[in-house]
């Protein structure tokens, strides 16, 4: 069986890789999971300059989920290139920088930097929600997803993804839009915007008062966002949201994923990436597939 895939340029074993932001820079698993089995790694949020996040509390569960408002916390690219690159380049996995910013000039600066590190690519992230200044401010029209795509574009030679928000009207247009700036690939969704109040404090309970929603109860909102994307682009698509186990990561991917990205559920059960893989290989031995990319957008519609 085939389970390679090539994402954009980017060449992975499996189409498993753990999402932005739940994964650190891959030290806090590596106790738990063997890394070389992962098809990829995508980093934590990695800004221009070291960002210290959000006022805690920052995290709480939801049912079927969680929301998070860790407002991009990183050390800076800087000491990603000196301490965290190294010890990722020990395996046998692609690796994904998921870079962020608060400007344009942010986003482009940053990104002359990581063009001049050894990565597979990067996964530009306009659709954090928590961040008051930048991400959402981009994310959320196709105006200002060309802009930034665009002028990022100018300074990458590595393959470049662009990570959508969901909380917009035409997931669709916002694709296009990533295409247009001549980006290599589209990845989505990010979290759905909410909010979870204590009723006897009557306070939200984060204090940021929202945050991003992730986790199972955003899977199916997801498949649906993938497969309009996946219809509207021919660019391919990095498809995530309420990832579990090896058939969620089968229905992206006949919505018209190419591969996929394990967020939340990695903080349910640390071997959920290295599941979702086996999870997959069953599938194909099941059905007799002996390439996995022969299954990608091949739902059959009502």
Do not use: H
């Not at 890789?17 to 999971?33: H, K, L, M, P, Q």
């Not at 996995?93 to 990581?114: F, M, P, Q, R, W």
């Not at 497969?227 to 995530?240: H, N, T």
Request: charged share 20%; net charge neutral; aromatic share 6%.
């Amino acid at each position: 069986m085939n389970t390679k895939v090539n994402l954009a340029g980017i060449k992975m074993k499996n189409p498993v890789t753990v999402a932005s932001g739940t994964f650190g820079y891959g030290r806090e698993f590596n106790d738990y999971i063997d890394l070389n089995k992962l098809g990829g790694i995508i980093t934590k949020g990695t800004s221009l300059k070291p960002r210290s996040g959000n006022k805690a509390p920052r995290v709480c569960e939801t049912a079927s989920g969680m929301l998070n408002s860790i407002g991009l916390q990183n050390p800076g690219v800087e000491y990603f290139a000196q301490n965290d690159l190294p010890f990722l380049k020990q395996f046998d996995t692609a690796i994904i920088v998921n870079a962020c910013g608060s400007s344009i000039d942010e986003y482009v600066e940053l990104c002359k930097i990581l063009n001049t590190l050894d990565i597979d690519g990067v996964e530009l992230n306009l659709s954090c929600p928590n961040v008051k200044a930048g991400c959402m401010a981009f994310g959320n029209t196709y105006e200002g997803v060309k802009e930034v795509a665009s002028k990022v574009r100018k300074v990458l030679d590595k393959p470049l993804l662009v990570k959508l928000t969901p909380n917009v009207t035409d997931i669709a247009s916002i694709a296009k839009a990533v295409e247009d700036a001549g980006a290599d690939g589209v990845s989505l969704i990010n979290t759905l915007l909410g909010m979870k109040i204590d009723i006897d404090k009557r306070k939200p309970i984060l204090a940021n008062n929202t945050g991003g929603l992730s986790g199972p109860a955003i899977k199916p909102i997801a498949v649906r966002m993938v497969y309009q994307v996946a219809k509207a682009v021919k660019i391919p698509v990095l498809g995530m949201g309420g990832i579990i186990n090896g058939d969620d990561a089968i229905e992206f991917m006949l919505a018209g994923a190419q591969a996929v990205s394990i967020g939340a559920g990695n903080f349910i059960e640390p071997t959920t990436s290295i599941k979702t893989i086996e999870g997959i290989e069953n599938y194909m031995k099941k059905y007799n597939i002996e390439d996995i990319n022969e299954i990608v957008g091949k739902v059959e519609m009502n």
